[in-house]
């Protein structure tokens, strides 16, 4: 059931953009599993369910260890790249179709911007009693 969520095929495409495990000079717990988190992050991301319910049974390494992980791959843009990866061969596959593409504001950065509103302007003080 779990590994559905992770083939072999894309693995194979996501593995050489992953960064490799840091050094460990003090010691300390073993890196865990490139592999095995993802396929922890994909779990959570499909299902909707907080990081702290993953299942024991998965193979898989704790929520905290996971959603750390997605944070630490996605300040290193690692994202981005597996995206692009993944939209180049789905495009040679003849895979994309661009009808069902949506874009919004939520999607696509703004790089000018909207209009500034105009300052908020202050009102007078309330004249209602206090109660206390």
Avoid at 20 to 26: D, F, K, M, V
Avoid at 35 to 43: M, S, Y
Avoid at 89 to 101: F, T
Wanted: charge should be positive.
């Amino acid at each position: 059931m779990a590994m559905e969520l992770l083939p072999d095929e894309l693995w194979e495409e996501v593995e050489p953009l992953l960064p490799s495990p840091p050094p460990q000079p003090r010691g300390g717990r073993p890196f865990c599993d490139n592999r095995a988190a993802l396929l922890g992050i994909i779990f959570v991301l499909r299902s909707g369910m907080p990081w702290q319910m993953i299942p024991r049974e998965m193979p898989c390494p704790s929520g905290s260890t996971c959603w750390r992980r997605l944070r630490q791959w996605t300040e290193a843009g690692v994202w981005e790249h597996v995206h692009q990866r993944l939209l180049t061969r789905l495009g040679k596959l003849g895979e994309v179709d661009l009808s069902y593409a949506v874009i919004d504001s939520a999607s696509v950065r703004a790089v000018f911007g909207g209009a500034t509103p105009d300052r908020t302007p202050r009102i007078g003080r309330k004249k209602a009693a206090s109660v206390m």
